[in-house]
């Protein structure tokens, strides 16, 4: 079909003649040729079927001739843009197929080839194309085309393509040469169709593009069709001003007030519904202007004009005005503003540029603005940079200019100069282009219309609002910081009240130091690089303040106009500020109360933390601040202030500042002393505040007024008292008070509350009154009362009001005026006692006492001060008596208490009697003769004295557990008298206190009863029974009488009054076999460091009393229920099943632990009991201690040895022990290593006790030994024996975490592998109690390190392999002569290279060697390296990286020249550098350098001949060894491999024959032993054996025998059996008869045909099949073919009497024999011993029982005797 051009039809016509001349398409031709093509494919049956579709087509183009178009027209008749509109063509001869129509702009003529359609849903030639003109009523004589939709309002003609004409019908065109999609061609084609043909010739212009050019569509004109849409017309191009109001007027048809419009970018398209249509951000909606976005202006119902009015676009550029026709959707999406009705070209400033400008503060400037339509009549604005364009007014920074027109310029440039700016900064420029002289003249004046931005326009010079604050008085430097600063810029420093620009402006303030003014150019410049009118900064230096006022800095930029009168000086750059403080601090204080001290500022001033302070005496400065030693505050400036707590005071520091800065303060402020103190003031830190000078300022004065202190005052106890002050100024008899406190170290005035008010009658708080002193002087008087005891009291002084407010507290009364001594007897009425046998001390406590005085002792009926009688109850101690014979005691000043009270001792000497006395004091003051010599001067009663106690001292013993008796015997005894033990020790006597001497479980113990002694007359018992002593030990018996109105015994809910317990009445033993159970490390004389428990162990330390006896004990995770006392049957069971245990015991808790000594105890003391534990997980995480008791396994026949005796035990602490069982480490075979062992925080357990054990791997740590690879530790050689050393170091920081670390230094291994390690901490002598695996040691190096063989031959290359563990490239190997060590230092040592590549290898020797001679295989890169040296004695290797490593196997290469015996030595590289001698410590074994020799060997010959004759023998052959390999030939054969056996003599032996068998003795008796003889041929005395069976039973058949021996005894042959040995065997225990059955061990077995029985065979046949042995009953198969039955009689009388006495005599004592008899000896032994030890006990409890006296005994006695 592609070369179909013309062709022939041959068709029959009607009428005749031919068809008239067709001109056919030429897409008709190639279509009918593809159906052609298709339909002829499918065979003769389409023929019909093609034949009359070619007809129709052919007559259809043949007879239709070119379509023509009468008329066209729309419907419907009403159409807007956008809106779906039908066109009907009516004409003739169209293809409603392909014919095609297309709308064109009104005046352009149809079939032109520029004709463009309007824009729509159909906007090209391509659209229409596609376009179906065959709707509803479409006909040849119709077009009927739907779905048209135009965007753009107009006229638009209605074009029609005749898709099938050939050519043009009109107007005529001139000839021209045909288009490039036609062609001229003549062609002939026949068709064959069926049996008809047609032949038709045809020659035209063929066109090849249908209806796909605007040229197409020629038929129609606007006079036969047009379509009109309504809507608004294209405006046209609109010259609008930027930020100008605008209006919009667009005409068109149809109009409504619902249409819409938007205004969009330059690249918007308004045809294309899928752009964006939002209205531009140029638009401004900002007042006065509106956003066209609403209901246009004007006549609502115009439909020919509408209009948008106070439009602004605010950046020039270029715009689209997009409609929405008020049809069309709702106007309120991008798709509904379709229609392209004007474009808007806004001149102003450069669009998208921002065009920055720069000036100068103070200096003229010009800015210069680029853009289009630029003109005289714009105008700017400048504003601030927070600001916006349109919204606010010109800035004040604005000096001069920026008002009016341009200074110049044309329409792309303006400029506007003269533009003078006050201060620095950045600024924005806004553009105005609306102003017009004659249309808007007030146009460009609100800040509305300037609404177009410029850019930025950046103002250089000082930066303004400066703030300095510098000190009076000092001179600053002034600095001006910016940019464009220039040399000559100037400035003047005026009072802040006055303007800058002003007259006033050019002259400085008086408040600054004429000398210092700044008049000239600035001292100093920044940037001096830079130009001189641009610098960063300017300063003036030295300038002086001499006047506490503000003020103002006046700019003057670049000496303009000569800087010379004040209007040049317009620039305000800030204030000055001078730093000080006004003299305004005028403080009355109170010495000793803390006051606030504030300083305010001179108004215009502000404060600074950095100021200082100094409080100076009056004294001192005379008033005047800067003066000589004023840099330090007076003394009496406290540090610290205790107000209630202490606190340091600020004096000396910064003060705290409020937060305006205009006040400052120093709380608290202390001045301890009265006067008047400047307050003298450093401003703001300078100079360092450190000189006099510095503190030149006075900002007020303290005031201080206190009461006179440190005064004394003395009175007599129980005499009226009163005080008197000094009435100075500032105190006030109306509101001052005075309190008097306890006199005790460390008390203060002002800090300790005030004494009980009952101490004096008129209390310890009160006012007082005025009044004068002897001299006259006003005084303050107050009186105290009447004292009621002697003491020492602190006057405290309160001053001011607050003194007898609600509020008045303690501290208040903070001025200490002085001291108040009361003086005399403290105790009057005590009452004081002392024992018999002890010595008798009084303390008496008083104030005021005299070394003098004296104390008497009176009978109680006597008064003091009178004439009684003088008494006295002992006869030692110090003798004073006085003229008349009485006898004195004087007393001894012992302590003065933190009261002041003074205690003095009199010593009354050792009471020897009982009773009662008055003590009676002299005061040698009060004396009437200066001295204590008569009995009237003791007139000051002191107490009473009571002597109390025992007579004797008693000795008792009792054992632990059981109740104990007391007796105490005296003269006087009381029912509330009370006894307590004391623990027996070193410098413990009756009546210390020291609560950890008495014991816990007992309290003061009550007497039982008092009675009459029965044993001494006049005396009275007092006994006291102990209902259980609960720990071993000696004891005092210690004795407290009660005395009524004295001291009690005991203080319910208190400890005893141990003090009280003085007097000793016995001693006690109680018996026991511990003495106490302390944590390890804590008793005297045990182990010296703490062994703290962990999860697996406790241990504690027992003090033995008891020898030979073993220690257990028991560690539970909680205490015993209260007052729960362990029993030893409790500790027994603790670990048993609770279900066996009784009710007691169940309340014992569960045991974690039990520990038991190995051995016994030899020694009394403290020794080591250790408790393995095993605590559950769960256990593990809520124990907190364990509780321990123990007991003596041996000595506790009561069950009640426990110790601790009470229902805690030993509480030991838990720590966390080892961190885990599991660590792991890696060493280096011969590599010294540290092994560290990791422990809890808490495990503090020193390095006395840790050691450590290394097994081999798999092994139990308490069974393996120490793995003998090991060097560094040495165990003893028992699975369980302690190792050496101890840790080198316990590190209590390590670099893991928290915790603690054990280290063993100095350990090496001497093979590779894995090994346990083995952890002890606890030790019996040299066993450790229990060895635990704590982790495994990785060994890395070569297995069968020093045992490895290596060979080579000279001069080639051969590998030396290492295997092992942990192998890797670094490893170095060394080669070295035989017999030296491998870490010989030799000359020619080279370490590794450290660099690879290529890997290190063998080091060359020393010398170098010459170069590889040719042939000999090295290369410069080859890990074969060739030794060069003549001898094998003088050199040394060194390796480089191995040749290949994987962990497990490594090797290298070597070549070595010289023959010779060498050591082969290993570095681990994983460990060391390698690179020194000393590194190789591991010898791998020997090197051979040998030419190669096998190893040759002899032929076998025979040792040993064959063992046996027959039934498989063993003979023994052996070979020697000629020629020993070597230089790696065959490997010679090991010493065993020199030797083997061989099996001879195969042949089945002949089975034994057997004869005749008899016994010895012939008389066989039951239970008695006999042999048995047999004899015979091939017989085998060391294998086979006999039994005896039943009589009625067959050899082989039964398992069941009496009796059986073996046959080799003494004598026996192969011809002689000798069975058993006649002494235990062979024995028959009843009589009877029995049958001989022999097994013939070396005889072959078969089985029988029917596999019921054995069967012997001694016939060679039988080859192959050995002696079967005697194993098994059925093997006895044989029996004597003379003498096979045995008779038995009766055993004889002594054995039926007694077996065991018939064995004996027949065979001696077996071996349970004698075990039994030494057994019974053994018992009988100790029997006697416990008898022996009991009635001796006994024998000598009776002699104590005598010694103390048994009150029943001699109750009875007496009874009897009355």
């Known amino acids: 079909a592609e070369t179909v051009h013309s062709f022939t039809w041959r068709l029959p016509w009607e009428g005749g003649g031919g068809p008239p001349k067709a001109a056919l398409s030429i897409e008709a031709l190639r279509a009918l040729r593809v159906r052609s093509a298709c339909l002829r494919g499918r065979g003769g049956a389409m023929q019909g079927f093609f034949a009359a579709a070619l007809i129709s087509e052919v007559l259809r183009a043949a007879l239709g001739g070119d379509a023509s178009v009468d008329y066209s027209f729309a419907s419907p008749s009403s159409i807007r843009t956008g809106d779906t509109f039908n066109v009907e063509v009516v004409g003739a001869a169209f293809d409603t197929t392909n014919d095609k129509i297309m709308l064109i702009p009104p005046g352009r003529s149809c079939g032109e080839a520029d004709n463009v359609p309007p824009r729509g849903l159909q906007s ?496 001192l400065s005379r008033g005047v601040c800067g003066a000589f030693g004023t840099a330090e505050h007076a003394p009496a400036v406290s540090d610290t202030s205790c107000w209630p707590t202490c606190q340091p005071t600020p004096v000396w520091g910064e003060p705290v500042v409020n937060p305006g800065n205009s006040s400052e303060y120093w ?110 002087d006003p005084t303050m008087i107050f009186e105290l009362g009447t004292p009621k005891a002697p003491g020492i009291f602190f006057a405290c002084y309160c001053q001011g009001p607050v003194c007898k407010s609600q509020s008045v507290h303690d501290r208040d009364f903070f001025q200490k005026a002085g001291q108040v001594t009361v003086m005399g007897l403290q105790g009057r009425d005590d009452y004081h006692k002392c024992y018999l046998r002890g010595s008798c001390r009084l303390n008496i406590q008083g104030a005021g006492l005299d070394s003098q005085d004296a104390m008497m002792l009176f009978d109680i009926q006597d008064g003091c001060g009178q004439q009684g009688s003088p ?126 001497a008495y014991p816990t479980w007992m309290s003061p113990a009550t007497p039982k009863k008092i009675q009459p002694d029965v044993i001494i007359p006049d005396l009275w018992a007092a006994q006291y029974t102990l209902s259980s002593v609960r720990e071993p030990g000696n004891y005092l018996v210690c004795y407290c009488a009660y005395i009524y109105g004295g001291k009690d015994c005991v203080i319910t809910g208190q400890d005893p009054p141990y003090d009280q317990y003085g007097h000793q009445i016995g001693s006690l033993r109680v018996l026991g076999s511990i003495l106490a159970v302390r944590s390890v490390g804590l008793t005297p004389g045990g182990a010296d460091t703490p062994l703290p428990a962990a999860p697996y162990a ?86 907190v201690n364990f509780h321990v008791w123990c007991f003596g396994k041996d000595m506790c026949s009561n069950d009640r040895c426990v110790m601790p005796a009470d229902n805690i035990g030993v509480a030991v602490p838990l720590t966390g022990g080892l961190v885990t069982h599991t660590m792991t480490w890696a060493a280096t075979v011969a590599t010294e290593f540290s092994l560290r062992v990791r422990l809890a925080s808490d495990f503090d357990i020193g390095q006395e006790w840790p050691r450590i054990k290394i097994i081999a791997d798999g092994s139990e740590c308490d069974r393996a030994q120490l793995d003998s690879a090991v060097s560094g530790l040495s165990c003893i050689a028992s699975g369980v024996g302690k190792c050496e050393p101890a840790p080198g170091s316990a590190l209590s920081s390590v670099s893991w975490g928290s915790g603690r670390e054990l280290v063993w230094n100095g350990i090496k291994m001497g ?29 890395n190096g070569p297995n069968r390190a020093g045992m490895m063989r290596y060979s080579g031959n000279p001069g080639k290359p051969f590998d030396i392999v290492v295997e092992g563990i942990g192998l890797v490239s670094a490893d170095r190997i060394r080669i070295v002569p035989q017999g030296l060590p491998c870490n010989v230092e030799m000359d020619g040592f080279e370490g590794t290279p450290p660099a690879p590549p290529p890997p290190p290898v063998l080091a060359a020797p020393s010398p170098p060697p010459s170069p590889p001679a040719a042939g000999d295989g090295s290369t410069g890169n080859s890990t074969v390296r060739r030794l060069q040296q003549d001898a094998a004695s003088t050199f040394q290797w060194v390796s480089g990286s191995a040749a290949s490593a994987n962990g497990s196997r490594e090797h290298w290469e070597v070549l070595v020249e010289p023959k010779g015996v060498y050591s082969v030595c290993w570095c681990g590289g994983g460990e060391s550098s390698c690179d020194m001698p000393n590194d190789f410590q591991v010898r791998l074994g020997q090197l051979s350098v040998t030419p190669k020799i096998d190893c040759k060997v002899t032929d076998w010959w025979v040792v040993q001949e064959c063992d046996r004759e027959c039934g498989g023998g063993k003979v023994s052959l052996r070979r020697a060894i000629t020629t020993q390999a070597s230089g790696g030939g065959t490997a010679c054969p090991s010493e065993q491999e020199l030797y083997k056996v061989e099996n001879c003599n195969m042949k089945p032996c002949p089975l034994a024959r057997l004869d005749r068998a008899w016994t010895e003795p012939s008389g066989l008796r039951a239970g008695v032993a006999f042999q048995l003889h047999i004899e015979g041929e091939w017989l085998d005395p060391e294998n086979d054996r006999i039994v005896l069976i039943a009589e009625d039973k067959v050899c082989g058949e039964t398992a069941v025998h009496h009796g059986g021996a073996a046959c080799n005894q003494f004598g026996a042959l192969e011809q002689h059996l000798v069975c058993g040995n006649g002494a235990s065997s062979i024995r028959v225990q009843h009589p009877g008869k029995y049958r001989v059955c022999v097994c013939d061990a070396s005889g072959a077995l078969l089985r029988s045909f029917d596999g019921s029985k054995n069967v012997t065979t001694g016939n060679y046949e039988a080859a192959g099949l050995y002696g079967a042995g005697c194993a098994t009953p059925d093997l006895y198969v044989h029996q004597p073919e003379e003498g096979a039955v045995l008779t038995v009689g009766d055993p004889p009388v002594a054995v039926a009497a007694a077996s065991s006495s018939s064995e004996g005599a027949g065979e001696g004592l077996d071996d349970g024999a004698i075990i039994g008899i030494t057994t019974l000896v053994v018992i009988l032994v100790i029997a006697v011993g416990v008898f022996s030890f009991f009635w001796g006990r006994r024998w000598l409890e009776r002699r104590a029982a005598l010694k103390v006296m048994d009150e029943e005994m001699a109750r009875e006695k007496a009874a009897k005797e009355k």
């Open 124 to 619: 090209d030639v391509s659209d229409y194309h596609d376009l179906v003109c065959n709707g509803p009523g479409s006909a040849a004589t119709k077009l009927v085309c739907r779905g048209l939709s135009v965007y753009q309002a107009g006229l638009w003609t209605v074009c029609v393509c005749d898709a099938d004409a050939m050519h043009r019908p009109q107007p005529p065109q001139p000839p021209s040469p045909p288009p490039d999609d036609t062609t001229t061609t003549e062609a002939n084609e026949s068709i064959s169709l069926s049996d008809t043909t047609v032949t038709t010739t045809v020659t035209k212009t063929v066109t090849m593009s249908p209806c796909i050019s605007a040229s197409r569509f020629w038929l129609g004109s606007d006079i036969k069709g047009t379509v009109n849409i309504d809507g608004a017309w294209y405006a046209g191009i609109q010259q609008w001003r930027a930020g100008t109001a605008e209006t919009l007027r667009l005409q068109g048809t149809r109009l409504s007030r619902n249409d819409r419009i938007r205004i969009v970018g330059e690249g918007i398209d308004c045809y294309d519904p899928s752009q964006s249509k939002t209205m531009h951000a140029a638009v401004t909606d900002r007042y006065p202007y509106m956003l066209p976005n609403g209901e246009r202006y004007g006549s609502p119902n115009s439909e020919t004009d509408e209009t948008w009015e106070d439009i602004a676009i605010v950046v020039p550029g270029t715009y689209q005005v997009c409609w929405c026709a008020a049809n069309f959707g709702g106007c309120d999406s991008d798709e509904d503003f379709l229609t392209h009705v004007a474009t808007i070209v806004v001149s102003g400033p450069t669009p998208g540029t921002m065009q920055d400008n720069k000036c100068v503060t103070g200096v003229v400037c010009t800015l210069q603005i680029a853009g289009s339509g630029l003109n005289n009549n714009d105008r700017i604005r400048i504003i601030s940079d927070w600001q916006e364009c349109g919204w606010s007014g010109q800035t004040n920074a604005v000096v001069q200019g920026a008002d009016g027109p341009r200074s110049s310029g044309s329409e792309s440039l303006s400029r506007f100069g003269g533009i003078i700016m006050g201060r620095q900064g950045t600024f924005k420029t806004c553009w105005c282009g609306s102003y017009d002289p004659g249309a808007c003249p007030t146009c460009c004046t609100q800040a509305q219309d300037f609404n177009v931005f410029i850019g930025n326009l950046t103002v250089g010079g000082p930066l303004q609002g400066q703030i300095d604050r510098p000190p009076i008085g000092v001179p600053f430097t002034y600095t001006v910081q910016g940019w464009g600063l220039s040399d000559v810029d100037r400035i003047r420093i005026v009072d802040k009240l006055v303007l800058c620009a002003t007259d006033e402006a050019n002259v400085h303030s008086s408040g600054i130091e004429a000398s210092t003014v700044p008049n000239g150019p600035p001292t100093a410049v920044g940037a001096p690089g830079t130009e001189s009118t641009n610098r960063t900064f300017i300063s003036w230096s030295s300038i002086v303040i001499r006047e506490m006022r503000e003020f103002r800095v006046c700019w003057c930029a670049r000496f303009y106009g000569g800087c010379s009168e004040g209007s040049h000086f317009s620039l305000d750059l800030g204030v000055i500020n001078p730093r000080g403080a006004s003299n305004s601090t005028y403080i009355q204080a109170v010495p000793g109360r803390p006051f606030t001290l504030q300083v305010d500022a001179q108004p215009g001033s502000m404060l600074s933390p950095l100021d200082r302070i100094r409080i100076v005496d009056q004294q």
């Open 667 to 776: 709380d608290p402020v202390l001045i301890m002393g009265s006067g008047r103190y400047d307050i003298c003031w450093c401003n703001s830190g300078q100079g360092g505040c450190d000189s006099d000078q510095d503190f030149a300022f006075k900002v007020g004065e303290v005031t201080a007024n206190g009461v006179t202190i440190n005064q004394q005052w003395h009175c007599a106890a129980y005499m009226p008292c009163y005080v008197e002050v000094p009435l100075t100024a500032g105190l006030s008899t109306d509101a001052d008070m005075l309190q008097l406190i306890l006199a005790a170290p460390g008390e203060k005035c002002g800090a300790a509350p005030r004494a009980s008010a009952t101490s004096f009658t008129r209390g310890t708080r009160l006012s007082g009154y005025e009044g004068s002193d002897s001299r006259g």
């Open 871 to 996: 008494a006295s109850f002992s006869v030692d101690g110090p003798a004073y008596f006085t003229s008349s014979g009485d006898r004195l005691f004087v007393g001894t000043l012992a302590a003065t208490s933190s009261q002041g009270l003074e205690s003095w001792i009199f010593e009354l000497g050792t009471p020897i009697r009982t009773g009662r006395h008055r003590l009676c004091y002299c005061s040698r003051s009060r004396s009437m003769t200066g001295s204590c010599e008569h009995r009237a001067d003791f007139d000051q009663p002191a107490g009473e004295i009571f002597v109390r106690g025992s007579e004797f001292n008693a000795e008792i013993r009792c054992e632990q557990g059981e109740p104990c008796q007391i007796t105490g015997r005296g003269r006087e005894f009381d029912m509330s008298d009370r006894i307590m033990l004391l623990k027996d020790g070193p410098n413990h006597t009756c009546g210390m206190v020291n609560n950890g």
């Open 1098 to 1183: 406790a241990s504690v330390e027992v003090d033995a009393l008891m020898t030979f006896t073993k220690y257990t004990c028991v560690a539970t995770s909680r205490a015993a229920p209260f007052g729960f006392i362990p029993q030893k049957s409790d500790l027994e069971n603790c670990s048993a099943d609770v279900m066996l245990l009784d009710d007691r015991q169940k309340l014992f808790p569960r045991c974690w632990g039990i520990g038991a000594m190995p051995d016994q105890v030899t020694e009394l003391g403290p020794t080591m009991v250790h408790i393995p534990t095993f605590l559950t997980e769960d256990a593990l995480k809520t124990t």
């Open 1311 to 1339: 093979k590779a592998g894995r090994f346990g390690v083995c952890y002890c901490d606890r030790h019996y002598a040299s066993t450790c109690v229990a060895w635990q695996h704590i982790g495994a040691l990785q060994v």
